[in-house]
């Protein structure tokens, strides 16, 4: 796999594959409350927009949605379910994409910010997230915790699907210099092995604040999950809001 090639998660053939390996794992129908309540009547930009699991259900809503997505292959699979035409998605990195003005809300959801290589496009990451808000407009993030205790030599294999006719095993390896992870996934179902690679530049809650901070924004609110529970020394991810 390409490092950090903002094509690179499509290209890995997981779009065929991604609804089915994460739905139902990840709690959708919350995120979607919260973030409906947090767009406040005007319309969103998700960034890393994907198949549309988050945009479809909002735009059911009646919410105005767009979206950046580096993969094709992705945005095809978006383009192909039912009002996924009437969704208005700019293929590029959203690092640096443009994808319009006056968006009351940003979303960067499921750890996505970590696709980003470095913490040089994290940060311009965090500027055009900024860039496409309307005044006084929100950022939200959502985003695992750094865990690298549950690192030994700085590797770990852990089970992600365990299912009667399927289960996934994800080897991970930690670069503690860069801050980055290299991961994959297999998959393991009847007559088949399918791998996922995908690689994240981690960060700390704090330094993703102090990016917000150099992209003019400041925090909202910090919750550990989209139900608003509350982020504690546990908390193994986070939900962040940030504000023009
Ligand atoms: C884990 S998926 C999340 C999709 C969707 N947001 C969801 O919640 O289901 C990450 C998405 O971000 C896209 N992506 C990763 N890095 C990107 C980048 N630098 N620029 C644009 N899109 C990127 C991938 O192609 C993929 O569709």
């Not at 690179?8 to 779009?15: F, H, L, M, N, R």
């Not at 406040?40 to 105005?64: Q, S």
């Not at 999950?225 to 546990?234: H, K, L, Q």
Request: charged share 25%.
């Amino acid at each position: 796999m390409a490092d950090f090639d903002p094509t690179a998660y499509g290209a890995s053939g997981i779009a065929d594959e991604y609804d089915d390996l994460y739905a139902g794992h990840w709690e959708t129908d919350t995120a979607v409350d919260r973030i409906a309540e947090l767009a406040d009547g005007g319309k969103v930009l998700e960034l890393g927009i994907g198949t549309g699991r988050l945009a479809l259900p909002l735009l059911a809503r009646g919410i105005e949605v767009h979206g950046v997505d580096g993969s094709a292959e992705m945005v095809e699979k978006l383009r192909q379910k039912p009002g996924g035409d009437r969704i208005p998605v700019v293929v590029g990195d959203f690092a640096h994409a443009d994808a319009g003005r006056g968006f009351t809300l940003v979303v960067l959801a499921v750890n996505t910010i970590f696709a980003l290589p470095d913490q040089e496009a994290q940060v311009e990451c965090f500027r055009n997230a900024a860039r496409h808000l309307a005044p006084a407009g929100r950022f939200v993030i959502e985003a695992w915790v750094p865990d690298v205790g549950a690192f030994r030599h700085n590797r770990v294999v852990r089970p992600r699907i365990v299912q009667s006719d399927r289960i996934s095993i994800e080897t991970a390896e930690l670069d503690p210099v860069t801050q980055t992870m290299r991961t994959t996934q297999a998959v393991f179902s009847e007559g088949s092995v399918r791998l996922y690679p995908a690689n994240h530049r981690y960060a700390w809650p704090a330094e993703l604040d102090l990016m917000a901070q150099l992209a003019g924004l400041h925090r909202e609110e910090r919750w550990a999950n989209w139900t608003r529970s509350p982020f504690t020394a546990d908390s193994q991810a986070h939900v962040t809001v940030y504000r023009l």
